[in-house]
Nanobody
Framework: VQLVESGGGMVQPGGSLRLSCAAS????????MSWVRQAPGKGPEWVSAINTGGGSTYYADSVKGRFTISRDNAKNTLYLQMNSLKPEDSALYYC???????????????????WGQGTQVTVSS
């Protein structure tokens, strides 16, 4: 199993970024996926989740209305479109595969069995 994030960078407040996560080594279309972020000195914070077919999406209150999660199962890729970025969005962003042992409670970061290496997002003027 391999998850490789890309698309991070430095952006000014109010700007946008699109993160990608390329998945390999498993049947991507069979797994719910999430984005989780971690700022320095803080624990992991669940950001958004998407079900296997992409028809159901979920967001943390802190990003609702600004971020959009999506997936392309033909390309084995997960995306996170981030708009209206704020300094408090600065963090290392990970994509994570949801363990098939669990259902619901996407916000539980201990229920993901594989994680990527992360891509850094910095929002600063």
């Amino acid at each position: 199993v391999q998850l490789v994030e890309s698309g991070g960078g430095m952006v000014q407040p109010g700007g946008s970024l699109r993160l990608s996560c390329a998945a390999s080594g498993f049947t991507f279309s069979s797994y719910d996926m999430s984005w989780v972020r971690q700022a320095p000195g803080k624990g992991p914070e669940w950001v958004s989740a998407i079900n296997t077919g992409g028809g159901s999406t979920y967001y943390a209150d802190s990003v609702k209305g600004r971020f959009t999660i999506s997936r392309d199962n033909a390309k084995n890729t997960l995306y996170l479109q981030m708009n209206s970025l704020k300094p408090e969005d600065s963090a290392l962003y990970y994509c994570a595969r949801r363990s098939p042992r669990y259902s619901g409670s996407y916000y539980r970061t201990d229920r993901y069995d594989y994680w990527g290496q992360g891509t850094q997002v910095t929002v600063s003027s």
